[in-house]
C-alpha cells in the first residue's frame, strides 16, 4: 500500500483533525504515518507527505525537517491555507515570529487551500492522482508558483481587471462570509478575509488564466 | 533539588499522540521519575502581534485560528473580551448558541483526545474497534457542529455580538433529533469503552494526586467566580531554577494566586459537580463523564433557543477600552484579555491559555511514577501545544 | 473524469451526445423537462436555476414544486450570480439533493466544490448534480440595453436572444431582430472573452440549442448524467434521439470559435 506521511509544521493542526476523520477510509488503501496514531516516523521514505501549518523561518529545526521530509517523499502536498499560501500567518510580526508558506523553502508538487480543507478533500484528491488526471489537479499544481493568495487578490486580479463576469464562485465559497455581491459585482469586506485563498482558487476566470 | 546526580537516568520523549508536539525529560532513579520537564520545540506563533493593529471583526476570525481542536473556544472568548471592551452584550439566543457552540467543541476536543489516547488504555485487541466507533461519534458531532457553526472547524457564525443566525425550525428539530440519538449512542459506547480497558487502567487508578483546582463554571465560564488578576503569567524558564540544557522554545505558565491548579473537565466536575476521583484516571473519567453531560445541556439549551428572537446585537462600537472574557475551554481556563485604541482598533492582546495551567501540573503529576507509564501523564492532561505556542511573555 | 477543453476536442469528454425535444408538457423547454423529471420522481429535492425577471435580467430561485418549475422560463443572457442568499437557503433546509442549472463558469466552481470541498462550510455535498447551458459569452447588461434601444427595443420586449452564423438574432414581442455579431462583441463582459468553454465541460448534462435540427442538443459527461437523460426518456418527459454526425462537427465548430476567440484575447491581454 503507498504510504502517507501526514505532519503539521507550526499550524493549528485543524487540518490534521480533518484528514483524522477520513482515517476510516483511507487506511483500507494507504498506510498512514500521523503523530495522532503515534507511529510518526520521519527515518523513512513516502510516497506522499501532506504537510500542513507554515514553515517558522526562526526556526532551523523545522525549515531542516521539511527538507528532510521533501527529500524522502515523492510526492509532497501542501495541505490547507497556511502551508500552501500564508494564510493569516502572513500577519505575524516580531524577531522571533516569522512564517512563510512552505513553498517558499521547499519545492512542493501540489498546493490545496483551505481553513481546514473539508475531510473528503483528501480522500478525492488521492483518488485522482490515482487515476492520474483531471483538470483541478491541473490546477493544484499550478498553484504551487503561488505563496500568496487571498480576496485581496481576488479583487485586484479579477475584480479590479475588469475580467469578473460575476458568476458568484466567489460568494459561495468563502468561509467567513467575507466577500458579498454588490450589483453583481464582488466586494471584499476587508477585515474578515483571513486570507484562505478559497475564493481565487475556485474563481473560474483565475483559474482559467493560471492553466494557460 | 540537584537533578544531576549521578544515579539519575535521563528519558527525553518525545511525545505522538497529543496536539502539537512534546518533549518530555525525566530524570529517573531505578524505575520511579524523580523529575519532569515538559518542552516542546513548535515554533513560537504570537497571534497577539498578528491581531495588534486591526479591526475587532478580523481579531475574532484570527484568534479562532490559534487551534484547530479548540478553535469555537477561542473564537467565543475573544469575541466575550471584545464585547466587553465595546460595552455591548449579546442577546439571550446568542448566549445559548455560544454556550452550545462551546459545549459541542468541547465534545469536539474530548473525542478527538480519546483518538489520540486509545492505545493508551485500550486492550491491544480492541484498539481498532474502539478507534473506529469513536471516530463514527465524532464524525456525527462535526456535522452537528457544521449546521450549527457553520463549520465544523472554526465556526463561522460565532461572532461579535452574538451568534450570526439560528437555525429555523426545520433544521433545529432535526438537531435535537440528532443530538438525542448522539447521546444514546455515546452512553452505550461508554459502557462497551469501560469494558475494554487495560493495565495502565488499573495503574492510574492507584494513582492519588489531587493539587489545587481551578474552576469558573460547568459549562460556559464566568469571570466573577474566579478572580482574573490573581493570574500571573511567568515564563518557563524563570519557574524552573534547574533547567535541563536542552533547546526548547521559551514559552509562558500561569499560576494562579500563585500556586500550581489544575484546570479543565475534572476541576470543572469537582468545583460544580460534587465529582470526586483523586486518582490520576480521575482525568479521563472525567472527560468521559463531561461528554455525557454536554449532550445533555446542549439538548436543554437547544429547546430554550427562541425562534424569531434575535441572536446578535448588531451594533459596534469603535471606541477606547478595555475587556476581558473567561471561558470554560475544553482543557480549562481560558483567558482572553484586550485593549482597544481610540479608533477601535486591537491595541494589545493577551490570551492565558489552560495549558499554560496544566505544564507545573504535568510535571508534578509525573513524579514518582512509574517509568514505563510516564508516557501516559502528559497525555491524559491533554495539552494543546498550538494554544500553548500563541501567546508568551515577552 | 471531466477534461478541460483543448484544440482538438473543444467539447470536453463526452458520454452521449443527444438531439431531445420535450414530450409531457407543453410549452416547457428540454431542460425544465428534466428538473421536472427528477423533481417527480424524487431524484432531487430541489432545484436552483435563474429566471427571467424583465429583458434580460434574471434572478436566482430555489424550487421545490412542479408549479414554481414551470414559471421559469426563457434564458436570461445575463449571468446571474449564485449569492450568499442561495448559500443560506441551501443550509437553512433539510434539502440534500440538488440540481444546479447555471452557466460553464458556474458549473466549473460547482463541480471544484464537489470533488474538493476546500472549507467545510461548503454546502458541496447537497450538490447532485450539475446541469449547463451553451454559452457565447454574456452582456454588460447596460450597454447591451442601450444597443437594443438603438434598435428601437425595449429590453422588456425580449422574448429570447439567440446566435445565427454571424448575427445575433434577437426575438421580442413584435418580430425579431438581427445584429452583426462583430457588434454585440463590444457588450460582452471580458471575463467572458477569456472563457474557453461553450459548452460547459465540467456538468454533468450540457444542453443547448441543436443547430441542424429543430430541438435540444444534449451532451452528458457522466454516468449518472447519461442515466438521468435515459430515465427521462423512458419516463415520457423527452423524447431522445443520438445526435447525428453533422450536428456533432457544427457544435465542435462552434465550440472551436469560443476557445480560439479565448485564446486571442488571453494571448491580447498578456
Known sequence: MPSILVLDLGGCEGCIASIMNSYPKLEKKYDLYISYLGNLNLDREFDFAIVSGPVSLVSSEKIDLLKKVRENSKILVAYGSCASVGGIFLYSKGQNCRFASIGKVVDIDYSIPGCPPASRTIINFLNCIEKKGGRFLELFKALTKYQKLSGFDLIDDVVLTGLCVGCGACTLSCPTEALQLVDGVPDLIVEKCIRCGTCIVRCPKFTQNILR | ?394 | MFHDVNLENPIGSVEGIYVAKPKKVENAGVVTSILLYMLENKKVDGVVTARKVKGILGKILLIKTRDELLNTVGNCWSVVPYTMKLKDMLTSSNLNKIAFVGLPCQAQFLRHMKTFPLVESDFANKIYVIISLFCMGTFITDGFVKLIREYKISPEDVKNIDIDKDYLVIIHSDGEIKVPVDIVLNHIQHGCLLCPDYTGVFADISAGRAITKKGTLLITRSKLGDNIIKKASEEGYIEVESASEDEITKLKEKALEKLKRAMDYTAKLL
Open chain 2, 1 to 394: 533539588m540537584m537533578i544531576m546526580e549521578l544515579d539519575l537516568k535521563k528519558i527525553t520523549l518525545d511525545l505522538q499522540r497529543v496536539c502539537g508536539e512534546v518533549k518530555f525529560l525525566m530524570y529517573c532513579k531505578s524505575n520511579k521519575v524523580e523529575k519532569a520537564f515538559f518542552l516542546t520545540n513548535y515554533p513560537f506563533r504570537g497571534f497577539d502581534n498578528i491581531v495588534k493593529g486591526k479591526n475587532p471583526i478580523f481579531a475574532l476570525y484570527a484568534l479562532m485560528r490559534i487551534c484547530g481542536i479548540c478553535h469555537a473556544a477561542h473564537g467565543i472568548a475573544s469575541a466575550e473580551a471584545i464585547e466587553d471592551a465595546m460595552g455591548i452584550t449579546p442577546p439571550m439566543n446568542g448566549r445559548y448558541m455560544r454556550e452550545i457552540l462551546g459545549l459541542v467543541n468541547r465534545v469536539q476536543s474530548h473525542l478527538m483526545h480519546l483518538v489520540m489516547a486509545i492505545p493508551d488504555f485500550v486492550e491491544e485487541s480492541k484498539q481498532a474497534y474502539v478507534l473506529k466507533s469513536t471516530l463514527d461519534i465524532l464524525n456525527e458531532t462535526h456535522s452537528i457542529m457544521t449546521k450549527l457553526g457553520g463549520s465544523s472547524t472554526h465556526p463561522s457564525y460565532i461572532t461579535i455580538g452574538g451568534v450570526e443566525k439560528i437555525p429555523n425550525e426545520k433544521i433545529l428539530s432535526k438537531i435535537i433529533e440528532n443530538i438525542g440519538n448522539l447521546r444514546d449512542k455515546y452512553a452505550e459506547y461508554r459502557k462497551e469503552l469501560i469494558n475494554c480497558l487495560n493495565e495502565t487502567y488499573d495503574y492510574l487508578r492507584t494513582i492519588k494526586f489531587k493539587p489545587k483546582f481551578l474552576g469558573s463554571d460547568l459549562f460556559y465560564g464566568d469571570k466573577y467566580s474566579i478572580s482574573v488578576d490573581k493570574i500571573k503569567l511567568i515564563k518557563y524558564s524563570d519557574f524552573h531554577d534547574d533547567l535541563p540544557d536542552v533547546e526548547f522554545t521559551p514559552l509562558t505558565l500561569a499560576l494562579y494566586e500563585d500556586n500550581v491548579v489544575e484546570t479543565g473537565p475534572r476541576a470543572r466536575l469537582a468545583e460544580y459537580y460534587e465529582y470526586n476521583n483523586d486518582s490520576l484516571w480521575g482525568l479521563q473519567e472525567a472527560r468521559l463523564l463531561e461528554i455525557e453531560l454536554s449532550y445533555k445541556r446542549i439538548y436543554e439549551l437547544l429547546e430554550k433557543l427562541e425562534l424569531g428572537e434575535p441572536c446578535q446585537t448588531k451594533i459596534m462600537i469603535y471606541r477606547s477600552g478595555k475587556g476581558v472574557s473567561v471561558f470554560e475551554a475544553p482543557r480549562g481556563i481560558l483567558v482572553h484579555k484586550v485593549v482597544l485604541n481610540e479608533s477601535g482598533r486591537i491595541e494589545n492582546y493577551t490570551i492565558i491559555l489552560p495549558t499554560m495551567f496544566l505544564v507545573p501540573v504535568i510535571e508534578k503529576a509525573t513524579q514518582n511514577i512509574e517509568v514505563r507509564f510516564a508516557e501516559v501523564i502528559p497525555r491524559i492532561y491533554d495539552p494543546c501545544i498550538p494554544c500553548y505556542s500563541a501567546y508568551t511573555l515577552r
